[in-house]
C-alpha cells in the first residue's frame, strides 16, 4: 500500500495542514472582529449569538502553507492560486459588508476564466450514462467556466448550519482522495490539492461543527466550492474522475438544493438570489430535528452517495447507476413531503 506522493507521505500531509487549520482559527476569529466581519443574528438565520465568519481565512491560509511545502510551481497551479485568490478576497469583502449578486458573480466568473484559458483546466469532452461527448475549444471553456462558477455558489448556499459546508467539502476530498488511490492515480496536481483541502478543511470543521465557535463565510464557502470544482477539471485531465457522475454523485445535495432553490424562487416570483429558509437542511430543522442531528442526517445521505462513485470507478456502473437512481427517488419523496420547492396547502391551512 503506497502512501507517499511526490516523497511526502499522505499522513503528513493531512496532518500539516489540519494543525495549521487550527492554529489559524485564532487569528481569523481577531481578523474578524478587527474587520467587522461579524455574523449578526436575524429572523432568517439560526443562530443566536453574533458569530465571527472569517473562517475561510483559516482554510485559504493552510491551503497556502500545504501548497508552500508539498505544492509545485506550473502554470496550472499559478492560476488556481490567482483564482483562489480572488474568490476569496471577494468573500472576504462580502463577509464584511454584503456584495450584490451580479457582482459577485461577475468577479466569480473572471476567477474561473482565468483557471480555465490561463490555466488550461477544462474539460473537452464528458463521459456520462454511456455517452460520450465532445466538446469545440470555446464549448470547453463555457462549460468549465460555468461548472465552476455553479459548484461555487452550490457550496455557498449549503452553508446554512454549523459545519454543513465544511462537512460536505471534506466528504468530497476524502471520497476523490480514496478514487485516486484506487485507481493508482496519486502523483496528479489534483490528488495533492485533495489532500491539502482535506486537512485544511477538517482543522476548521473541528471549530465549526455544532455548537460552532466560527463561520467560514463567503471567504470560506466560495473558496471550497472553487477549488471542489477546480479539483474535478483537474481529475478530468488526469483521468482520476472518469465520468461527470462522479463529482455529481458526491455533490449531490448541494447540487439538487441549489436548483430546487432556483426553481422555488422562480415560482414565488422571486429574484433567484432571494435568500430565503425552505433549504435541505431547514426541511429537516421543520421535522423537529436538532441542528446536529440535521446535520449528522446529511452527512449520512453524502457518504452514501459517495460510496456509489467509489462503486461506480471499481467498474460496476451498472450496479452504481441503479443505486443512484434508488436514492434519488428517495431524495424525490422528501422534496414531495417536504416545502423544499413550494408550501404545501395543508400547512398554510393549519397556519390559519
Do not use: C, W
Not at 87 to 93: Q, S
Not at 177 to 200: E, H, Q, R, W, Y
Amino acid at each position: 500500500m503506497n502512501l507517499v506522493i511526490n516523497n511526502h507521505s499522505i499522513i503528513e500531509i493531512i496532518l500539516v495542514t489540519l494543525v495549521a487549520s487550527l492554529f489559524l482559527i485564532p487569528v481569523a476569529k481577531k481578523v474578524a472582529e478587527h474587520i467587522g466581519a461579524i455574523d449578526i443574528p436575524n429572523e432568517r438565520k439560526i443562530h443566536k449569538n453574533p458569530m465571527p465568519r472569517l473562517g475561510g481565512l483559516a482554510i485559504f491560509g493552510s491551503f497556502l502553507l500545504g501548497y508552500i511545502l508539498y505544492g509545485s510551481i506550473t502554470t496550472q497551479m499559478i492560476s488556481i492560486l490567482i483564482g483562489a485568490f480572488i474568490i476569496f478576497l471577494v468573500g472576504v469583502f462580502d463577509d464584511i459588508k454584503p456584495i450584490k449578486a451580479r457582482y459577485k458573480f461577475l468577479v466569480q466568473i473572471i476567477a474561473a476564466l482565468i483557471v480555465v484559458i490561463y490555466g488550461q483546466v477544462y474539460f473537452n469532452e464528458i463521459t456520462f450514462l454511456g455517452l460520450n461527448i465532445k466538446f469545440n475549444l470555446l464549448i470547453s471553456y463555457v462549460l468549465s467556466t460555468f461548472f465552476i462558477v455553479a459548484i461555487s455558489n452550490a457550496i455557498n448556499l449549503i452553508d446554512g448550519l454549523d459545519g454543513l459546508a465544511g462537512g460536505i467539502s471534506a466528504i468530497y476530498f476524502l471520497t476523490i482522495a480514496i478514487i485516486a488511490f484506487v485507481l493508482n492515480k496519486m502523483g496528479g496536481l489534483d490528488v495533492i490539492l485533495t489532500l491539502i483541502m482535506f486537512g485544511s478543511t477538517l482543522g476548521f470543521l473541528i471549530n465549526n461543527f455544532p455548537p460552532a465557535k466560527i463561520f467560514m463565510g463567503d471567504s470560506g464557502s466560495l473558496f471550497l466550492g472553487f477549488m471542489i470544482s477546480v479539483i474535478a477539471l483537474l481529475g478530468f485531465k488526469v483521468a482520476t474522475l472518469t465520468s461527470l457522475v462522479i463529482p455529481i454523485t458526491i455533490l449531490a445535495i448541494p447540487i439538487f438544493d441549489t436548483i430546487l432553490a432556483i426553481f422555488r424562487r422562480l415560482l414565488k416570483g422571486e429574484n433567484i438570489g432571494t435568500p430565503d429558509k425552505e433549504h435541505f437542511h431547514h426541511q429537516l430543522l421543520k421535522l423537529k430535528f436538532s441542528p446536529k442531528i440535521s446535520i449528522i442526517i446529511i452527512y449520512l445521505i453524502n457518504l452514501i452517495f459517495s460510496a456509489i462513485s467509489i462503486i461506480y470507478v471499481i467498474g460496476d456502473n451498472r450496479e452504481a447507476i441503479i443505486l443512484y437512481l434508488l436514492v434519488l427517488v428517495l431524495l424525490l419523496f422528501v422534496i414531495l413531503k417536504t416545502d423544499i420547492l413550494y408550501e404545501h396547502k395543508n400547512k398554510e391551512k393549519d397556519r390559519k
